[in-house]
C-alpha cells in the first residue's frame, strides 16, 4: 500500500531471512509489523534500526526483498490509505507513520493481510493481538505469522450498496457490524441493480508487472469486482478489452462492475503528470542548452580561416 524507492543497502543489510525468505516463496497476500511493546507507538517501527530488529521487516525493508506490505513508514502516502489507517484504528500517530497496534477486522480484509511479523510466542497455533494467526517461522526475537483465513486479493460481489461522498464511505465501511464480506460500499453507481448480499466469489489476481494487473473472474450475475489494491483515479481498466471504470470501493479498495459470466480484467496505471514532467523537464533542458549551443556556433562562425580572432582571443 505504502510506495517507498529502495534504499542502498550493504550486503549484510539486503541479505534476505528466514521471514523474508517465505514470504517470497508465497504471493498469498500483504504483511503487518506489528511493533512489540509501547515505545513505538506514535512512529510504528521507526525507532527499531538495529541488527536485531531487521526480521521486522518494518521501515519499507519490503522495497529490498519486493515484498508486499500493508503498514510502513513514508511521508508520501495516498490519502485514502492514510486516512483509512488513523480511521480503523484510533490512535496517536506521527502524519508520516502507517502502522496498526490491533489491526481490526476490516482492515485486515481491505488491505488483504495475509502474515503478520511479531515477538515470538509459545506454541503454532495462537491469538495475535486479537486475531488468530498459524506460526510460520522465527527469526531471531520476532516470528512471521500466517492468517488463516485472510481476504483474496480480488473478490466479486452482488450486493453494493452507495455512499454519497467519501466521507460517509469510510464512516458505512467502518460501522461496527460492517458485512465486509457480504457487500461493497461505492461512491458512484456501477449500471445494475444491486443483489442481496450473500458470500463473494473469489475471483483470480496477478500481478503483470509493477503497473499492470489481470484478473479473472466468473460470476452468475452482474457484480463488482472488488480489488484489494489502493484505489487512485489513475488506475484504468477494461472488461474484455473494452474500457470499463474502476470505482472507488469500500473507500480504500478499486472495484471493477462486470456483467453475468466469464471475464478478463486488465488494470493498468498510468499518471499523465509523469508525461507532462518529462516534457516540462525537456523543455527546461531545451531552454538552457539552446542559447549554449548558439552561441557556440556563433563564435565558431566568427573566428573561421578568414576572420581575426577578438582581443582576448587566443590565436592557434
Not at 489476481?205 to 483515479?233: C, I, K
Not at 470505482?247 to 499523465?272: E, F, K, M, S, T
Request: cysteine-free; proline content about 9%; aromatic content about 8%.
Amino acid at each position: 500500500m505504502v510506495d517507498a524507492s529502495p534504499r542502498a543497502a550493504g550486503p549484510v543489510n539486503a541479505a534476505a531471512g528466514p521471514i523474508a525468505t517465505t514470504l517470497q516463496r508465497s504471493d498469498t497476500g500483504r504483511y503487518l509489523s506489528l511493533v512489540p511493546g509501547v515505545r513505538s507507538r506514535k512512529r510504528g517501527a521507526l525507532q527499531l534500526q538495529h541488527v536485531g530488529d531487521w526480521p521486522l521487516l518494518g521501515n519499507q525493508r519490503s522495497t529490498l526483498f519486493r515484498l508486499e506490505d500493508a503498514d510502513g513508514y513514508n511521508p508520501a502516502q495516498l490519502l485514502r490509505y492514510w486516512s483509512f489507517v488513523r480511521a480503523a484504528e484510533r490512535k496517536h500517530i506521527n502524519y508520516n507513520a502507517a502502522f496498526f497496534i490491533r489491526p481490526p477486522g476490516v482492515a485486515r480484509n481491505l488491505l488483504q493481510v495475509a502474515w503478520a511479523i511479531a515477538g515470538t510466542t509459545q506454541g503454532t497455533a495462537v491469538r495475535l493481538r486479537g486475531f488468530a494467526v498459524q506460526r510460520a517461522v522465527g527469526e531471531g526475537r520476532y516470528e512471521l505469522y500466517r492468517v488463516p483465513d485472510s481476504a483474496p486479493r480480488a473478490s466479486a460481489y452482488r450486493a453494493w450498496t452507495l455512499a454519497r461522498a467519501p466521507d460517509q464511505a469510510l464512516r458505512d465501511v467502518l460501522t461496527p457490524g460492517f458485512p465486509v464480506n457480504g457487500t461493497v460500499v461505492l461512491e458512484s453507481g456501477p449500471g445494475f441493480v444491486a443483489g442481496r448480499p450473500q458470500e463473494a466469489v473469489p475471483a483470480r489476481f496477478t500481478w503483470m508487472g509493477a503497473q499492470a494487473a489481470r484478473v479473472e473472474v466468473d460470476v452468475a450475475r452482474p457484480s463488482v469486482v472488488l480489488v484489494r489494491n489502493a484505489y487512485d483515479p489513475n488506475w484504468h481498466a477494461t472488461v474484455d478489452g473494452r474500457p470499463a471504470p474502476v470505482l472507488a470501493a469500500d473507500y480504500i479498495d478499486q472495484g471493477v462492475p462486470v456483467p453475468a459470466g466469464r471475464h478478463d480484467i486488465l488494470l493498468a496505471y498510468d499518471d499523465p503528470a509523469v508525461g507532462y514532467g518529462l516534457v516540462g523537464s525537456a523543455l527546461s533542458l531545451a531552454a538552457l542548452l539552446g542559447p549554449a549551443a548558439f552561441l557556440r556556433l556563433r563564435r565558431k562562425s566568427r573566428t573561421g580561416p578568414n576572420h581575426p580572432p577578438e582581443a582576448g582571443e587566443e590565436q592557434v
